[in-house]
């Protein structure tokens, strides 16, 4: 027999009844019956509960070993399998015909008081779980996360695979990009002065093998940002999905992730039904219908943009502001707490207050602001609304920006609370048409909004005789249940193209040519039109998981202030280390 085990904790069913066998395992529960002890044996595998008579002769030591171990013990046993009985039988554990009756023990590993329970959820913070996370990794639910995913990443490679994507892998020590998030920075020891930089994402590289000729790639990519941490983003390191594809239009990514994603989706979703086709959303009717661009599909409600209705009005709360209305059917018979909570939800995400009213039966309008509003308002309201009696009315005054974000959550929370929210299911969904420019609030200059390398609808006669914030680029993002799994686009190949929408950005040739010499330099040999996406890896499994956050999927995460708790990172190094890389500390001013 092995030395350690000849079968694992979560094999044993009864067709094995009488067999001899040896298992190794943590020490996961244990009970003392009417003299009989109990003991649940954890191991990657499963659970299967052994048991100890102490009638059996010779028994007294595994008893008093067992009886006294601590819980997180790594033990080997010895035993036979026995069956339970019908009436013991536990149909939640796949091994729950059977025990088996101990007759050695041997302890493997021993362990200290553990700091929290691992064989149920106690409640203990997120810091020392983090702290102890090779400890918070033993529990039923962090386990059985980390499994899915790497399920969910090991068929990604078979579908790309089969959908003819070669697998290739992009450098981790790179060049610094003046673009997007903060980049972590590694200083060289044979360049004084130098750095290099972790790669917020493979943008330039993957372009660059459309280049070089590879046609269809991907991998499952590493990526690193110094930001802050959400519940939906990790701070430090993530990991996606990068793919691109010469010789494609925008519906071609489409059709390879779709694809992929509701394969994906329907395999590990747990009978959860997925949206097929995607549906596709133009940026500013999802900002103006849903008041966000990544809406959440399940909330069956959208918004009205009702600032004509109170334009010039004599209702000075609405009047000259951007007013969003939210109609929800079938609520005017709520009680007015109802009305109070939803209105305490928008003042807790910023809002001032949350006006409404109720439709009548006869359509007359009451509540905190029917008295200010005009017969007219009312007919134009229930026209551009149309809400029917019964209906409810919430409004949003303010910023278009300011009433957007805070209506589209009030829009989400009302249909959870009056039951026209979808449970169950994943709500995909492509937004589409990005502007290519927006501008800087402070400083009222041109900024690209989204990706700098896409490529302009309309090309290069579209940046140069259209204004720039009216410039639409080939720009997307993929959306489910309200997550932004990722944005992507068809890129720019064209050099003509890319040093008129950076010098619109406020670049000059020179500042191009600096920054992205490489990339320039590859599209003068021959660049094929080409483009891709890179869906989260951490967000795809935090969904299918049905976690609230995306720490709850990866093994060793950073907490929210980009801290290892277990490992002691970031942490100091002395000064013959700084020598050698020519650095030199400075305290904050």
Not at 43 to 72: C, F, M, N
Not at 87 to 105: A, C, K, Q
Not at 475 to 493: F, M, P, T
Not at 570 to 583: A, F, K
Request: hydrophobic share 40%; with cysteine.
């Amino acid at each position: 027999m092995h030395r350690y085990r000849s079968h694992t904790c979560g094999e044993l069913r009864s067709a094995n009844i009488g067999t001899d066998v040896r298992l190794s395992g943590w020490l996961h529960n244990r009970r003392n019956l009417g003299g009989i002890l109990f003991v649940d044996l954890r191991d990657h595998y499963g659970i299967t509960q052994l048991i100890v008579h102490p009638e059996t002769p010779g028994i007294e030591p595994v008893i008093e070993r067992l009886g006294s171990l601590a819980k997180e013990t790594v033990v080997r046993v010895d035993g036979r399998v026995v069956s339970r009985g019908a009436e013991n039988v536990n149909p939640e554990l796949p091994t729950g015909e059977i025990d088996v009756e101990v007759r050695e023990v041997e302890v493997l590993g021993a362990s200290d008081q553990v700091p929290f329970t691992i064989n149920a959820e106690d409640g203990v913070g997120e810091e020392r779980r983090l702290e102890y996370r090779f400890l918070d990794l033993r529990r039923e639910r962090m386990h059985r996360n980390i499994v899915l995913r790497s399920k969910v990443i090991s068929a990604i490679r078979q579908k790309m695979t089969g959908l003819g994507f070669t697998e290739l892998a992009t450098p981790i020590l790179s060049a610094t990009s003046p673009e997007g998030a903060r980049d972590f920075l590694v200083p060289s020891r044979l360049h004084p002065g130098t750095f290099y930089a972790l790669p917020q994402a493979p943008q330039q590289f993957k372009q660059l093998l459309m280049i070089a000729g590879f046609d269809r790639y991907f991998q499952i990519a590493p990526c690193f940002r110094d930001e802050d941490a959400r519940a939906d983003r990790s701070p430090g390191e993530f990991y996606q999905l990068d793919m691109e594809m010469s010789f494609v239009e925008q519906e071609d990514v489409f059709a390879v992730i779709e694809k992929v994603m509701t394969e994906l989706f329907e395999e590990f979703g747990g009978g959860r039904h997925v949206t097929s086709p995607f549906p596709r959303i133009p940026f500013r009717e999802a900002m103006a219908k849903y008041g966000s661009d990544k809406p959440d599909l399940r909330a069956k409600l959208e918004l009205v943009d009702v600032t004509d209705v109170f334009a010039g009005s004599g209702f000075r709360a609405f009047a000259d502001k951007h007013v969003r209305a939210l109609p929800v059917p079938d609520v005017a018979g709520q009680p007015r707490r109802f009305f109070d909570e939803m209105g305490d939800y928008a003042t807790g995400l910023g809002a001032k207050g949350l006006a409404w009213v109720r439709v009548g039966d006869d359509g007359a309008l009451s509540g905190p602001i029917a008295k200010f509003l005009t017969e007219e308002n009312v007919k134009a309201l229930l026209g551009a609304t149309g809400a029917g009696p019964g209906s409810a009315l919430f409004f949003g005054a303010g910023e278009y920006d300011e009433v957007s974000k805070i209506m589209g959550a009030v829009r989400v929370e009302a249909a959870r609370r009056t039951g026209h929210f979808e449970e169950g299911v994943f709500r995909f969904c492509w937004v589409v048409d990005f502007p290519m420019f927006e501008r800087n609030e402070d400083t009222g200059a041109i900024e690209f909004s989204h990706n700098p390398f896409s490529m302009p609808q309309g090309g290069l006669e579209a940046l140069e005789t259209r204004h720039p914030l009216d410039v639409l680029a080939w720009q997307y993002d993929i959306v489910c249940n309200g997550v932004e799994l990722s944005s992507g686009a068809i890129r720019n190949h064209e050099p003509e193209v890319m040093f008129k929408a950076f010098g619109i950005a406020g670049y000059t040739p020179e500042d191009v040519e600096r920054d992205f010499g490489g990339m320039l330099r590859a599209f003068r040999y021959g660049a094929p039109p080409h483009g891709g996406i890179a869906p989260g890896i951490d967000r795809i499994v935090m969904l299918l998981a049905d976690e609230p956050n995306l720490r709850e999927t990866i093994a060793f995460p950073l907490n929210g202030n980009a801290q290892d708790l277990l490992m002691g990172a970031p942490s100091p190094v002395d000064e013959t280390r700084l020598r050698e890389l020519h650095l030199a500390l400075r305290k904050r001013d």
